[in-house]
């Protein structure tokens, strides 16, 4: 990608902004709930967007990209399945504890509602994962600057590029977040979510344009792509290889609840809202862009296939639609496509060959498609714009990341734990600290990830094992009063635990035992079951552990004394009073607005499917 | 919190706006091949410009009612901000009530 000074000016405006955010939010830090809690006094839109953009990382921009150009429309799930039930369900029914029940933290709220082991179990797994996700951030930004050989212009080679970015995009968050707080972090993210926006909707216009609208997309691409629930009744009818119980249970309840509802980089966001009716709007607000998304991140993917029908998987192909002579096709308008400009690239080897697979095929670089597409659609001037947008979404997720993690730290575990009774100063002061030391460790786990190839997927293995029993766990305490201490704490690590063992009697197919599963089996000398795919196997694993927690949590609470009553008030469902809303006209109740937020993705899956 | 954050972005895309509108205007049309001949820069560029104008508009209106409110609430007096202050936080808090036993009148 070649930038000009006008590309490099647009980023510099860029960092200027954000840095000048921070400095002007740095005289309202004055307590700890300023500087942690944005002073609890965000207006909902604002909350809203923050939500969403800390969310959306550019992995996710990236990834869901790639994921449109391998499987088409279904990626969508992800949005509609995996995130908007989920984010209705928390802004409902949760918010009202989290927020009602003043905690400072998720961690918190589990002390408050259950015992000091649970709170102090989930407060060190976030803090471990949240300070490696935004390392992995770090890793995955510094990662794509060298790929894109974005830096050569300024005469910084392949190896100084990766150092630089990652000191660069450090320092920056570092600098607005240690200023201004959350309160710096989350109008950030507003700024960002705008950007991505401007930075990706005219790449998509532009796409569509030369592929000749939605029609011209429909006629190159097979069926299969430009349906989300074709052949979802098997595992061999769909390109995901999952099943609907799988894909909806799995990813639509347990994986997604998990992450909507108890991740406290999320939650924060909400909990820095100004009153309760706004906390409740927060991620209802959140979700009328999640919902829009897919145009902005998935259709530059099913753009890219269309251009490459080379790189469509061949077991896509349906009866009336026949692969192209040739792996490449030509835009309606614009310039020509050719082996280097095209979208969609295959892999290189050491040697810059491309690899093939067992049947001779190229294996292709799906996750590439968006740093492809602007290259090849942005002129100098609206490329600096695109190329902002996704550093702005990479550090977005960087932030979320480290706020999450220096509140965690000096409330769950500093406060807790290391040094008890201190003044607001005196944490306030912890704060700032934490937050350099977060960034600090975040960048040696983007130089571990980028040491150890291998690292990057037993960390999201490991994320996905703290995840999954979660959602039981806050179920069970926000909506049944007899849920105990005793009972979350051995639910949760045996749920952690038991996600582990399905991964190790289990393995996708095609793979082999190792990293992908199936370790235990062979220890055992078992056969390890065998799934369709990667996400089969992620979506079941996710069914089972959940289901182990439940269950654990169940029987050992009701072998262990109950708490009293009093003490639960505010925490749990049936010893909680309504939120007050009578002053409320129907339209602005949160309640109407989840309906509309569900109705909409009803019809966005019936549009699609 | 005392900066309303619609000023900010509506400063970033008025002047992001103007960078990329110029660079559209002075640009040779040979760039714009890639974009099917239209002049991308521009035209997206007054977009951005449109709508920073209007954030910057509605962010300054925000900033300046903010000022006022914090002016309004220095002058009050301290029993008046304490008054206000506990009946905001009735609303917020859980209902505290002694009562005994599950009641499920939710």
């Known amino acids: ?609 | 919190m005392g900066l309303d954050i619609r000023l900010p972005i509506g400063l970033l895309f008025l002047t992001l706006g103007g960078i990329v509108s110029i660079e559209g205007v002075l640009s040779s049309a040979d760039i714009y091949i890639r974009s099917a001949g239209i002049d991308i820069n521009l035209y997206w560029g007054l977009c951005m410009l449109a709508f920073g104008g209007v954030m910057a508009f509605l962010g300054q209106r925000g900033t300046n009612r903010m000022g006022e409110e914090m002016l309004a609430h220095e002058s009050k007096s301290v029993e008046a901000l304490a008054f206000e202050h506990a009946a905001e936080e009735r609303e917020d808090r859980p209902h505290q009530s002694p009562n005994q036993g599950a009641r499920p009148g939710v």
């Open chain 1, 1 to 609: 990608m070649s930038l000009t000074a006008i590309d490099w000016l647009i980023v510099l405006v860029y960092f200027v902004f954000v840095l000048g955010i921070g400095y002007a939010l740095k005289k309202h830090m004055r307590t700890t709930t300023d500087f942690f809690m944005a002073g609890r006094s965000m207006p909902a839109w604002v909350a809203g967007l923050a939500f969403i953009s800390a969310n959306l990382g550019a992995q996710e921009v990236m990834g869901m990209a790639a994921s449109g150009a391998k499987y088409g429309i279904a990626t969508s799930h992800f949005y509609w399945i995996g995130a908007i039930p989920a984010m209705v369900f928390v802004g409902l029914f949760m918010m009202p504890f989290y927020y009602g029940s003043r905690a400072h933290s998720v961690p918190e709220y589990l002390r408050l509602r259950f015992d000091e082991k649970t709170r102090a179990f989930n407060a060190m797994t976030f803090a471990a994962m949240t300070v490696f996700s935004s390392g992995i951030s770090m890793f995955a930004m510094a990662r794509l600057i060298q790929d894109m050989h974005l830096l050569e212009s300024l005469g910084i080679g392949y190896a100084a590029s990766f150092h630089w970015s990652i000191f660069i995009s450090g320092t920056i968050v570092l600098a607005y977040i240690f200023l201004g707080g959350l309160t710096s972090a989350i109008y950030n993210e507003v700024l960002q979510f705008f950007l991505i926006v401007a930075g990706f909707l005219p790449l998509v216009l532009l796409g569509l344009h030369s592929v000749g609208g939605w029609h011209g997309l429909k006629a190159k691409l097979p069926a299969v792509y430009m349906s989300s629930w074709h052949g979802m009744g098997t595992t061999d009818g769909n390109l995901l290889h999952v099943e609907w119980f799988g894909l909806v249970m799995g990813l639509g309840f347990v994986l997604s609840f998990g992450y909507w509802c108890t991740d406290f980089l999320v939650v924060q966001r909400a909990m820095s809202a100004d009153s309760m009716v706004s906390a409740r709007r927060v991620p209802l607000i959140a979700a009328v862009p999640k919902m829009l998304f897919p145009a902005l991140v998935i259709l530059p993917g099913l753009i890219a296939a269309a251009l490459t029908p080379g790189a469509i998987p061949r077991e896509a192909a349906t009866a009336g639609w026949q692969a192209p002579e040739t792996a490449l096709v030509q835009p309606v308008a614009g310039e020509r496509i050719t082996r280097q400009n095209a979208l969609i690239r295959p892999l290189l080897d050491e040697r810059g060959q491309p690899k093939r697979d067992a049947d001779g095929r190229f294996i292709y670089d799906y996750n590439m498609v968006i740093p492809n597409m602007l290259a090849f659609y942005f002129p100098t001037g609206i490329l600096g714009l695109g190329l902002t947008a996704l550093l702005a979404s990479f550090m977005s997720g960087m932030a979320g990341n480290v706020t999450a993690f220096n509140t965690v730290w000096t409330y769950d575990i500093y406060r807790s734990y290391i040094r008890k009774g201190e003044t607001d100063e005196h944490y306030l002061w912890m704060g700032r600290m934490a937050t350099v030391f977060g960034i600090v460790f975040s960048a040696a786990a983007a130089y571990l990830v980028g040491a150890f190839n291998n690292i990057m997927d037993a960390l999201q293995m490991v994320f996905s094992f703290v995840n999954a029993p979660l959602f039981a766990t806050f179920l069970l305490g926000m909506f049944w009063k007899r849920a105990t201490g005793h009972g979350a704490f051995f639910g949760l690590l045996l749920g952690t635990f038991g996600a582990a063992v399905h991964h190790g009697l289990t393995l996708p197919s095609g793979s082999l035992v190792g990293i992908k599963g199936g370790w235990l089996a062979s220890l055992l000398h078992l056969s390890p079951h065998v799934y369709y795919s990667d996400m089969a196997q992620q979506f079941w694993g996710a069914i089972w552990a959940w289901t182990t927690c439940f269950l654990t949590t169940v029987l050992i609470s009701l072998i262990t004394a109950p708490r009293f009553e009093e003490d639960l008030k505010g925490l749990v469902y049936s010893l909680t009073p309504r939120p007050r809303e009578g002053h409320l006209s129907v339209l602005s109740r949160p309640a109407t607005l989840g309906i509309v937020v569900l109705v909409l993705a009803v019809a966005l899956n019936l549009i699609f499917a």
